[in-house]
């Protein structure tokens, strides 16, 4: 795997702080060109990944349903700065 940088493994790349990380390999398996697998909520399963230096880093993680509903959030900050986050639009967006 050494300094090897396919287009594959990069499309599987994830952030972890401010490390990027590669995914390489679920349960002791590599992904391949085209990982197919379907976890149970609950499951637990061994991730590994190669960091900038190409150092394995290994986690343990469960998976869980998460929600894909849209979402509306507003949180104001001490500097007066707004954050908004909508996923869509409640109604018409042009006055006619």
């Not at 795997?1 to 679920?26: D, T």
């Not at 590599?30 to 290994?58: C, H, I, K, M, Y």
């Amino acid at each position: 795997m050494g300094g090897e940088r396919s287009g594959a493994r990069q499309s599987r790349e994830c952030r972890r702080g401010e490390a990027r990380l590669i995914v390489v390999g679920r349960n002791g398996d590599p992904l391949g060109e085209r990982p197919n697998f379907r976890p149970q909520e609950s499951e637990e399963a061994v991730w590994e990944f190669l960091d900038e230096q190409d150092r394995r880093v290994t986690l343990a993680l469960r998976a869980k349903r998460l929600s894909t509903a849209a979402r509306q959030i507003k949180r104001e900050f001490e500097d007066g700065f707004v954050y908004l986050r909508f996923d869509e639009f409640d109604g018409p967006t042009v006055a006619g």
